[in-house]
Structures are given as structure tokens and as C-alpha cells.
Nanobody
Framework: QVQLEESGGGSVQAGGSLTLSCAAS????????MAWFRQAPGKEREGVAA???????LYDDSVKGRFTISQDNAKNTIYLQMNSLKPEDTAMYFC???????????????????WGQGTQVTVSS
């Protein structure tokens, strides 16, 4: 069983930056895929970015060039560096993981077996 714990959310003005962290406990191998999703009130949960165990990254078009996903395998932790934040980035951000990953669509909620509880990000204009 894998447990995920997010941290780093908060409130920031538009144009500001935040870094989210997701610490994973449990067994995952190099075939893992970990990701960040977000869900705004009244909207569906959407994929933001993902990273494979080998460090290959994927991004939603809405965050390319502004957000960076990274990982520290020694700490079993992934990060989401968010720059140039916009009010439309306001959402609950969730960490997700699957191991092993067999190539399913990274941005689909159903591709992941494990989820964190979420951390709130609020961007004011």
C-alpha cells in the first residue's frame, strides 16, 4: 500500500510562486508514475503534470512553461514548482501515484491507484 501526503499549498497573489511537495510511503518501483491533479469547485479533477520513475515529464498545456514537476527518489518525494500563478490556477491540488505504470493516459483519474488528501492553492487577482 502506498500513502501520499501533500504539503506546500497556500494563498498567493497573481504572478506569484508556490512549491508543492508530495511525500510517498510504501513500495513503488522505477516503473511508477506520479502526478499532480487539481480540482476547482464545481469542476472535474484534471491532470496538471506527471513524472515517471525515470524522470520523464508530462504537462497539461495550461501549465507548460509555468509549472515544473520534479522528484527526489531518495526521499520518495515529488514537487510541483508553480510560477506566474493565475487566479484560474486556484484549486485543491492532489498527488496521485500508480506502480507499475503500463502507459495508460497520464491525465486520467482512473490511471492512478493512490491519492493524497489534497492541498489548497488560492491565487488572488
Amino acid at each position: 500500500q502506498v500513502q501520499l501526503e501533500e504539503s506546500g499549498g497556500g494563498s498567493v497573489q497573481a504572478g506569484g510562486s508556490l512549491t508543492l511537495s508530495c511525500a510517498a510511503s510504501g513500495d513503488m518501483d522505477s516503473r511508477k508514475l506520479m502526478a499532480w491533479f487539481r480540482q476547482a469547485p464545481g469542476k472535474e479533477r484534471e491532470g496538471v503534470a506527471a513524472i515517471t520513475g525515470r524522470g520523464y515529464t508530462l504537462y497539461d498545456d495550461s501549465v507548460k512553461g509555468r509549472f515544473t514537476i520534479s522528484q527526489d527518489n531518495a526521499k520518495n518525494t515529488i514537487y510541483l514548482q508553480m510560477n506566474s500563478l493565475k487566479p484560474e490556477d486556484t484549486a485543491m491540488y492532489f498527488c496521485a501515484a500508480v506502480s507499475p505504470w503500463y502507459g495508460s493516459n497520464w491525465s486520467r483519474v482512473t490511471s492512478y491507484h493512490f491519492w493524497g488528501q489534497g492541498t489548497q492553492v488560492t491565487v488572488s487577482s
